[in-house]
């Protein structure tokens, strides 16, 4: 008995020690991966890719596959065509999420207005890229690739497309959600051909994808906007949060937390889960104005009933100036999700909505950074008057999840 007692503590002893090893390790590796985020914000933040080679080492050889698509991310977000031989590259190895990821920034970067507006030429290349991906063997790869060429493509693209909703049945929620993409990529391309398969898509027993169809049935009758010539216009002033050293280093080590935002409105409370990680400044940004007051006593001052609410402009308060650039990323805007109003070009100053339906109009132009995990039957009731008497966070992070970084 003497004996066992004594080996008992050395029996303990060496089953913790793996279980500290193996923390250490994960801390350093989180460690690592927090570095290359906070040198990718300070990039984006300066709209700049470097001459350093940096995107091009982790984006095609990170060993971290979550950096390698925040590479993409970031590059789809500084908007630079310099990149696309990087993405197009990317688009022919890695895993899947990383080939979407760069479909992704590839229709960012070559999208119509964005190119409009810059006076630049597109590159026929992404067309080709773009295309080939549709016979990915990932559905995800698929689905970026059908959404960016709704942003860069031409008719022979559209065509396409719409033969690619016939070969779905429509069976499986991957199914489902390629269909409505496509849905979303022919109306942004103006593919009047497919009206008769979008009516008879809203025949169908999917609410969302008869949503879907009627609605584009709609557009599709009117002149669409790809044609209309956008007036030249200057890019405002973007003031708010300064991306330094600090806040990069404070944005990456704060990714993975899960913050909730809990909306108290003269309807009911909700709670908002928030993309920290998708938009590490916007949801910094949200925070802060919160957390000061900003939104106590801001109305909704635009309702429409089973499409959005959204809240009024805070510009005007005193001590809340001032406009953050807009966040792209790749969470779409479905029922419930929050996302910043634009206020100018790529601009956006703290007013936000939430859909009460899908809303693919507005993928990748408003920046979107959160959720509605509860309480979504409070903001169906809301009406233009109704108001925010406050917003409290929280952070919740569970224990299983936090990491020490002392030595």
């Known amino acids: 008995m003497a004996r066992t007692r004594r080996l008992l503590p050395v029996l303990l002893i060496a089953i913790l020690l793996p279980c500290v090893g193996c923390d250490r390790y994960r801390a350093r ?17 300066a709209s700049r890719i470097g001459h350093d080679g940096f995107f091009e080492r982790n984006l095609l050889s990170n060993p971290y596959p979550e950096v390698r698509r925040w590479c993409a991310t970031g590059l789809a977000r500084i908007g630079s065509p310099e990149a696309l031989t990087l993405l197009y590259r990317c688009c022919r190895e890695g895993d899947a999420a990383v080939r979407a990821a760069s479909a992704f920034a590839i229709g960012e970067i070559q999208d119509r207005d964005a190119l409009r507006f810059r006076r630049l030429e597109p590159d026929p290349r992404a ?35 719409h033969r690619h909703i016939h070969e779905l049945r429509g069976a499986t929620p991957e199914e489902r959600s390629l269909v409505g993409f496509a849905v979303t990529a022919l109306v942004r391309l103006g593919y009047h051909d497919a009206v008769p398969c979008f009516e008879k898509l809203a025949g169908g027993h999917d609410p969302e994808l008869t949503a879907r169809a009627i609605d584009a049935v709609c557009r599709l009758r009117e002149k669409p906007v790809c044609d209309q010539e956008p007036p030249p216009t200057q890019s405002p002033a973007v003031s708010g949060i300064p991306m330094t050293e600090a806040v990069a280093r404070t944005l990456a080590f704060s990714r993975n937390n899960r913050t909730i935002a809990v909306i108290h409105t003269t309807r009911g409370t909700l709670e908002v889960e928030l993309f920290r990680e998708d938009a590490p400044a916007t949801v910094a940004f949200f925070v802060s104005s919160a957390m000061r007051g900003g939104y106590d006593g801001t109305r909704f001052d635009r309702v429409f009933p089973s499409e959005m609410v959204a809240v009024e402009d805070f510009r005007d308060k005193a001590g809340f100036g001032g406009s953050l650039r807009n966040e792209i990323n790749m969470r779409p805007f479905e029922r419930g999700s929050i996302g910043m109003t634009l206020t100018g070009h790529d601009t956006h100053s703290g007013g936000f909505f939430i859909a009460l339906a899908p809303l693919p109009y507005r993928d990748g132009l408003n920046t979107c950074f959160g959720r509605v995990v509860s309480g979504i039957q409070v903001m169906e009731r809301i009406v233009p008057g109704d108001r925010i008497l406050a917003i409290g966070i929280k952070e919740t992070v569970r224990v299983s999840d936090r990491i020490r970084f002392d030595s």
């Open 29 to 45: 590796q989180e460690l690592e991966r927090a570095g290359y985020f906070a040198e990718i914000l300070r990039r984006v933040d």
């Open 127 to 161: 067309r080709f890229e773009l295309g080939r991906l549709l016979d990915d063997t990932s559905p995800a790869v698929r689905i970026r690739a059908i959404e960016a060429l709704g942003k860069i493509g031409f008719e022979s693209d559209a065509a396409r497309i």
